[in-house]
C-alpha cells in the first residue's frame, strides 16, 4: 500500500524551482549570430539565447573581471 500524502508530495511544484525571466540587452550584431545558430539548430530563438548564456556562464570566470 501506498502513502497518498508522500505520492501527493511528489508531484508539487516548487516555484523556487522555476525558470526565471531575464531581460538582456545586446547589440545587432550579437541578436543576428543568435538568429543564424537558431536556423541551424532548429532552436527558438529564446532557447538558443538561453542555451549560450548557460554555457557561458559554466565556464565564466569572475576573477578575470576588470574592476
Request: hydrophobic content about 35%.
Given at each position: 500500500m501506498s502513502?497518498?500524502?508522500?505520492?501527493?508530495?511528489?508531484?508539487?511544484?516548487?516555484?523556487?524551482?522555476?525558470?526565471?525571466r531575464i531581460d538582456v540587452f545586446v547589440s545587432e550584431r550579437v541578436v543576428d549570430h543568435i538568429q543564424a545558430i537558431?536556423?541551424?539548430s532548429g532552436?527558438?530563438?529564446?532557447?538558443?539565447?538561453?542555451?549560450i548564456l548557460a554555457q557561458g556562464a559554466e565556464k565564466f570566470n569572475p576573477e578575470r573581471l576588470e574592476s
Open positions: 502513502d497518498h500524502t508522500s505520492d501527493v508530495d511528489r508531484f508539487k511544484l516548487d516555484p523556487a524551482k522555476f525558470p526565471k537558431s536556423a541551424r532552436r527558438s530563438f529564446s532557447e538558443s539565447a538561453a542555451v
